[in-house]
């Protein structure tokens, strides 16, 4: 199995910045890519972000495009989610999903973002 620890939520004022972390252990072999989707009270959990863990190709929702950074660090098997001029509507609970090449799908618990405005 595969094991996801997200860290890095909190609180911070509407134009502030958080990064996110979601490590990885136990059989992490053939990894197709990591996510970030997000869920806020009342609505459905929906996407943010993925990356392809080989080539690191990205993929952004349009509403966090030119704000969030999706990164990863293949030696620590951890992938990163730079959060900039974060708004209110950011505010969820983040959480990191890992989809092996033929395996779906590993979920973390989940780290909550509290935006202030």
């Known amino acids: 199995q595969v094991q996801l620890v997200e860290s890095g939520g909190g609180l911070v004022q509407a134009g502030g910045s958080l990064r996110l972390s979601c490590a990885a252990s136990?059989?992490?072999?053939?990894?197709?890519?990591i996510g970030w989707f997000r869920q806020a009270p009342g609505k459905e959990r929906e996407f943010v972000a993925s990356?392809?863990?080989?080539?690191?190709?990205?993929s952004y929702t349009d509403s966090v495009k030119g704000r969030f950074t999706i990164s990863r660090d293949n030696a620590k098997n951890t992938v990163y989610l730079q959060m900039n001029s974060l708004k209110s509507e950011d505010t969820a609970v983040y959480y990191c999903?890992?989809?092996?090449?033929?395996?779906?799908?590993?979920w973390g618990q989940g780290t909550q973002v509290t935006v202030s405005s």
């Open positions: 999903r890992l989809n092996k090449i033929s395996t779906c799908c590993f």
């Open positions: 136990g059989r992490t072999y053939n990894i197709y890519d």
């Open positions: 990356i392809r863990w080989s080539g690191g190709s990205t």
